[in-house]
Structures are given as structure tokens and as C-alpha cells.
């Protein structure tokens, strides 16, 4: 099974930046994004595939962007105008088989494994 470790979560003020990495210990193929705040249900924030096709939620589309580097097995998320609404814990997952489309649901088998989350909180 394929470990995932994110970094680079912090607080920020409202309009900031920050930026996350995750690295994987194995070759993946998808590799995505998901946040879940407080009370809330884990929901996609972006993803991408090996040759960085890329998929993205509509409440952070033109604000964040999301990259790869397959020689590092690893996945970026670059977050501008960080909004107070984007709190949140931020996890990393990846598939280990091609998949046509990003899957966007949490609970979808193909996602192998799981980071344990970097917090991302913006104060306004």
C-alpha cells in the first residue's frame, strides 16, 4: 500500500497564500485533494492525473491549482485568496491504477490510500 504524507498547513489570514505538498512511497496514478471541516463531510478540492490532467471544485476554481512531480511522487496545492470558508483539514489520496476520470467522491474504492491531514485554517 502506498503512503502519503502531506505538509504545509498553517493559519493564514483571509487572502493569503499557502501551499501543500504530499508525497507518496510509491508510484501512483490519480492523485487528489479533499478537505473536511468541522461538522462537515469530506468534500473534492482538486485533482490530477499522471500526465497532469487536472479537475478542480467549482468553490476553488481560479483560486487554487493543483500539480505534480512524478519523479518525486509528489502532489502540490498552491492556495491563493484563501477564503475563511477553506478551513479546514486538507488530506491527500491517490490511486494506484489509471482511471479515466478524477473521481470526486471520497468514498470511491479506486482511492487507495489516504494522508492523516494537514490543518489549514483562515482567520478573516
Known amino acids: 500500500q502506498v503512503q502519503l504524507v502531506e505538509s504545509g498547513g498553517g493559519l493564514v489570514q483571509a487572502g493569503g497564500s499557502l501551499s501543500l505538498s504530499c508525497t507518496a512511497s510509491?508510484?501512483?496514478?490519480?492523485m487528489a485533494w479533499f478537505r473536511q471541516a468541522p461538522g462537515k463531510e469530506r468534500e473534492f478540492v482538486a485533482g490530477i492525473t499522471r500526465s497532469s490532467a487536472t479537475r478542480a471544485a467549482d468553490s476553488v476554481k481560479g483560486r487554487f491549482t493543483i500539480s505534480r512531480d512524478n519523479a518525486k511522487n509528489m502532489v502540490f496545492l498552491q492556495m491563493n485568496s484563501l477564503k475563511p470558508e477553506d478551513t479546514a483539514v486538507y488530506y491527500c489520496?491517490?490511486?494506484?491504477?489509471?482511471?479515466?476520470?478524477?473521481?470526486?467522491?471520497?468514498?470511491?474504492?479506486?482511492?487507495?490510500?489516504w494522508g492523516q491531514g494537514t490543518q489549514v485554517t483562515v482567520s478573516s
Open positions: 489520496t491517490a490511486t494506484r491504477v489509471p482511471w479515466a476520470v478524477i473521481p470526486t467522491n471520497p468514498g470511491d474504492s479506486v482511492f487507495a490510500s
Open positions: 510509491g508510484r501512483t496514478f490519480i
